[in-house]
């Protein structure tokens, strides 16, 4: 049922990109009152919407689209969108160059556009695009340069970068822990403060099934200059990025000193000024933003003759974690040729249906090379993964259970609640050889009838040879049923 809010003053607001930031941008201001109209070049992405279908795995984003009834809108027109905004949001991809330096395509490509069909009045452009330092007075040139009958100070622009978590984005949206907004023009700011003034308030009605947390009162506004905005988004990220790169240096020296990682985590992570956050030990990080955003910060102090070594230190970390799962399957099995091993979790992170610079990707691609047959499950990413990998050799199981039939190990790539309630006593005793590598320590319960890795942790379960139970099958009794028939070559 559609949510009436109690907005005093609703805008008209434009959203250019319908991506996960793009998406979750219009679901928020169309929930608060706003008129929003998401625009696309992507005509099938469009048609989608429309019909009430995402193009995107994000949970409660389609209820909360839901909720917000005819407040929401969807064209391809820039002509239907943007003369009548009051409020332009840029929310296009920049995906990484080979160099590293993002490619910045796609926002000149729809500044241009968006300039072209200002009106005249007072428009506010938001860049919330991820962009190095500088972008913004760029955007600024470009509309200069194409708007009609420009004048200084008719159009402003604004930085207003994200920093929502893939799985968990509406949380983030609702409850933020910082609004930053950056602009050179104190007009522009004033007009985006207005606009998120339900946000800032938090007078809006919580989502059921978003609710707002406990002791939650109001995010911070952080109002500067638009290279500081620009600077704090990529900051942030490369900041979480060495914290990640961190613990799994420690989980390193861990194993080689019988400590365990997730106890020093613990311990470092109590003290206030550290946090216990991101101090996670795993496969290394993944997603659109932490190698993109790192090698982003990389490359501009490069262009001012500037080095950065601990974030090229915290990248270099980050690859050698991906070596390491393979290496931990080694320990075991020595030759990988003609081994059988199940990948469970193909999305960088679970919640998400995102493949973008997932380890599991990599291990697939390495397991190829090595002449391993993968067997690979994801309750959600698999379909994406059809599109996307079709450059990788494995075959799809129908069940995490399904994929463990005949295995020789198998490899837990994502922490996804599927994997973690398996009943893992139960599914080893189907496998070749009962050898469990958790890439992200997810795992808490014991598997005595198991061989368990885990990323710098002591106290892994171990079995020998003798003890495998005779009921465990081969890869030759795993039924047509149990395994996807359609293979990825």
Same mark, same amino acid.
């Given at each position: 049922?559609?949510? @009436?809010? @109690? ?35 992507? !005509? ?19 209820? #909360? ?10 064209? @391809? ?49 938001? $860049? ?18 194409? +708007?009609? *009958? ?9 930085? $207003? ?12 949206? #609702? ?8 602009? $050179? ?135 050698? !974690? ?14 990988? !040729? ?14 998400? *249906?995102?493949?973008? *610079? ?9 397991? $190829? ?38 295995? *020789? +190990? ?9 994997? @973690? ?60 049923? !149990? ?7």
């Amino acid at each position: 049922m559609p949510y @009436t809010p @109690t907005l005093r003053t609703p805008m008209k607001v434009a959203v250019v990109g319908t991506g996960y930031v793009g998406l979750g941008t219009t679901a928020l201001l169309a929930y608060f009152g706003h008129q929003v109209m998401g625009l696309d070049i992507d !005509q099938d992405k469009v048609d989608m919407l429309v019909r009430g279908e995402l193009p995107i795995y994000e949970p409660g984003l389609g209820e #909360l689209m839901a909720e917000c009834g005819d407040r929401l809108h969807w064209t @391809t027109d820039y002509s239907a969108a943007i003369p009548d905004a009051d409020v332009i949001f840029i929310c296009v991809g920049t995906p990484p160059l080979p160099g590293g330096q993002p490619d910045l395509r796609y926002l000149a490509a729809a500044a241009q556009d968006v300039a072209r069909h200002l009106n005249g009045k007072m428009q506010v452009v938001v $860049n919330k695009s991820t962009v190095p330092v500088g972008t913004g007075d760029w955007v600024a040139r470009i509309i200069e340069e194409n +708007a009609p *009958d420009y004048k200084q100070h008719q159009y402003n622009v604004v930085s $207003n970068p994200e920093f929502l978590r893939e799985g968990t984005a509406l949380f983030d949206s #609702l409850y933020p822990d910082r609004l930053v907004l950056g602009g $050179n023009d104190g007009a522009g700011v004033a007009r985006l403060l207005e606009l998120y003034a339900p946000l800032i308030e938090q007078d809006f009605q919580a989502p059921a099934h978003v609710p707002r947390p406990q002791g939650y009162t109001r995010p911070e506004v952080v109002a500067t200059s638009l290279s500081s905005a620009e600077m704090i988004k990529y900051a942030a990220n490369s900041f979480l990025a060495l914290k990640i790169s961190f613990a799994n240096e420690i989980a390193g020296l861990c194993e080689r000193v019988d400590a365990d990682i997730e106890e020093v985590a613990r311990g470092i992570g109590s003290d206030a000024r550290i946090g216990r956050q991101f101090l996670s030990a795993g496969a290394g990080w993944g997603g659109s933003c932490f190698g993109k955003d790192t090698s982003a910060l990389i490359s501009t102090g490069e262009e001012y003759g500037y080095d950065m070594p601990i974030l090229r230190a915290a990248v270099a970390v980050n690859q050698s !974690q991906r070596q390491l799962v393979i290496a931990k399957l080694q320990k075991h099995l020595h030759r990988l !040729q003609g081994k059988r091993v199940a990948v469970l979790g193909m999305a960088f992170k679970p919640n998400t *249906d995102d493949l973008r *610079d997932a380890p599991a990707h990599d291990a697939i691609a390495r397991l $190829n090379e090595l002449g391993a047959t993968v067997v690979a499950h994801d309750p959600v990413a698999m379909p994406r993964a059809r599109r996307e990998w079709g450059h990788l050799n494995y075959t799809e199981a129908s069940s995490a259970a399904a994929a463990l039939i005949g295995a *020789d +190990a198998v490899l837990l790539m994502t922490e996804w609640k599927d994997y @973690t309630e398996l009943d893992w006593n139960g599914a080893v005793r189907t496998m070749r050889q009962p050898l469990v590598i958790d890439t992200r320590n997810a795992l808490r319960c014991a598997i005595p009838t198991a061989t368990l890795e885990q990323i710098g942790r002591r106290g892994q379960s171990q079995v020998s040879q003798h003890q495998i139970s005779s009921s465990q099958v081969s890869p030759s009794q795993v039924s047509s049923e !149990q395994v996807a028939p359609q293979a990825k070559k």
